[in-house]
């Protein structure tokens, strides 16, 4: 199995293959933790925006995710925006494999298009963390 960690301390991808999982702490006092298990997944002060997505409600953009496992990369059709078509890579947490949200690779709106690259993380699945 192979799954990458994003590291925001560097901007970079960590390869990891089966063994011992390695947690990355955001760093700061404010963080958001997965709620099922408490692993690190964001830093308030990587948060950029509150967005609205139709079928999943209310979710918070962030510049870096931690301790996520990225899927291949999918089309998403987002129904909130009439119809617009993005590319994305649905995250889970590392540890618990609970879903996140996820990371935006391309939107074809280009109102939106400040997304690309960044984290859309759910609140209901998050918690706040130290």
Same mark, same amino acid.
């Given at each position: 199995?192979?799954?990458?960690?994003?590291?925001?301390?560097?901007?970079?991808?960590?390869?990891?293959?089966? #063994?011992?999982?390695?947690?990355?702490?955001?760093?700061?006092?404010? /963080?958001?933790?997965?709620? $099922?298990?408490? =692993?690190? %997944?964001?830093?308030?002060?990587?948060?950029?925006?509150?967005?609205?997505?139709?079928?999943?409600?209310?979710?918070?953009?962030?510049?870096? #995710?931690?301790?996520?496992?990225?899927?291949?990369?999918?089309?998403? /059709?987002?129904?909130?925006? $009439?119809?617009? =078509?993005? %590319?994305?890579?649905?995250?889970?947490?590392?540890?618990?494999?609970?879903?996140?949200?996820?990371?935006?690779?391309?939107?074809?709106?280009?109102?939106?298009?400040?997304?690309?690259?960044?984290?859309?993380?759910?609140?209901?699945?998050?918690?706040?963390?130290?």
């Amino acid at each position: 199995q192979h799954y990458y960690i994003t590291n925001n301390l560097r901007g970079s991808k960590f390869s990891a293959k089966m #063994g011992k999982l390695f947690i990355v702490h955001p760093g700061g006092n404010h /963080i958001y933790c997965c709620k $099922e298990c408490k =692993t690190p %997944i964001a830093a308030k002060k990587d948060f950029i925006d509150r967005c609205k997505t139709l079928v999943d409600g209310q979710g918070f953009l962030f510049s870096a #995710g931690f301790n996520v496992k990225e899927s291949h990369v999918s089309e998403r /059709i987002m129904a909130a925006v $009439e119809d617009d =078509t993005n %590319i994305v890579r649905y995250l889970s947490c590392i540890k618990c494999k609970a879903y996140m949200g996820w990371r935006y690779e391309y939107c074809e709106n280009k109102e939106h298009q400040y997304r690309e690259g960044n984290y859309l993380l759910f609140p209901n699945n998050l918690c706040p963390g130290k």
